[in-house]
């Protein structure tokens, strides 16, 4: 799979971060080679072969344990928003954030 200038300023836009157009060749070499790599790795055969380990085999028939849904600590807003550096109609306020 062949990377283009183009993609590399779109995931590093995607990305929130800044890079300088010089550099956007090291860019593409490496993602290049990161492609490669996964291309190498789907050429495997791995027809038959049974996985190294798998976390849930130990769990089977394991039932997750269940609590009773009691409020312990309820009533607690105005404490927590004491912490807060600005809070406004029983709320955090934060600022707004639109791109």
Not at 2 to 7: H, I, P, Y
Not at 34 to 48: A, C, P, R, S, T
Not at 62 to 78: N, S
């Amino acid at each position: 799979m062949s990377v283009s200038q183009k993609d590399v300023l779109r995931a590093a836009k995607l990305a929130k971060i800044k890079i300088a157009t010089k550099d956007t060749d090291m860019f593409m070499s490496r993602i290049a080679k990161v492609f490669e790599w996964i291309e190498q790795l789907q050429e495997i055969n791995v027809e038959g072969v049974p996985p190294l380990a798998n976390p849930m085999e130990d769990m089977k028939g394991f039932k997750t344990p269940m609590r009773q849904d009691i409020v312990i600590e309820g009533e607690c807003a105005d404490a927590i928003l004491s912490n807060a550096p600005k809070a406004e109609h029983h709320m955090f306020a934060v600022p707004k954030v639109i791109e």
